[in-house]
């Protein structure tokens, strides 16, 4: 059904992923598809590495958990920017094409005031996707 799962994460916020993860976890094992772990992180350093090559190790660490835990193939791939909190949903909209993603699985949150205004990440990969985007909530 599906060969490439795309699965957007902040580890910063790695405990409001599980929902996302198990429901990509379940899929990708029963369809043997790969997926893709793809995090957006600073040039500066934040908490999740001082340097873009430190984020990638952390994001690379978090896959082969992943890999374990569901018994299925991950990929890591750290993007960097200047500005992700501004450039993350473009950024991802890159990724999927990239990864040849045929399904995105997204983690949401509760939308507040703001997301009446302007849209969330989530909200404008799964209007804009060319593929399926599954999001959780």
Same mark, same amino acid.
């Not at 902040?10 to 990708?28: M, N, R």
């Not at 934040?46 to 660490?61: M, V, Y």
């Not at 990239?98 to 939308?111: F, T």
């Given at each position: ?14 405990? +409001? ?11 990708? +094992?029963?369809?043997?598809? +790969? ?103």
């Amino acid at each position: 059904m599906f060969t490439q799962i795309m699965v957007p994460v902040d580890l910063v916020h790695k405990d +409001k992923l599980q929902k996302a993860l198990d429901v990509a976890g379940q899929i990708a +094992k029963s369809s043997g598809a +790969k997926v893709h772990v793809v995090s957006v992180g600073g040039v500066l350093p934040g908490k999740l590495g001082h340097t873009p090559s430190e984020f990638g190790a952390t994001l690379n660490a978090f896959a082969e958990e992943l890999k374990t835990k569901y018994g299925i193939e991950v990929d890591a791939h750290p993007i960097t920017s200047p500005d992700p909190a501004t450039d993350a949903t473009r950024h991802l909209m890159r990724a999927i094409d990239d990864v040849g993603a045929d399904l995105v699985i997204m983690a949401s949150h509760q939308p507040g005031i703001m997301e009446h205004i302007f849209s969330s990440h989530g909200g404008y990969v799964a209007q804009h996707a060319k593929c399926s985007v599954f999001v959780v909530r």
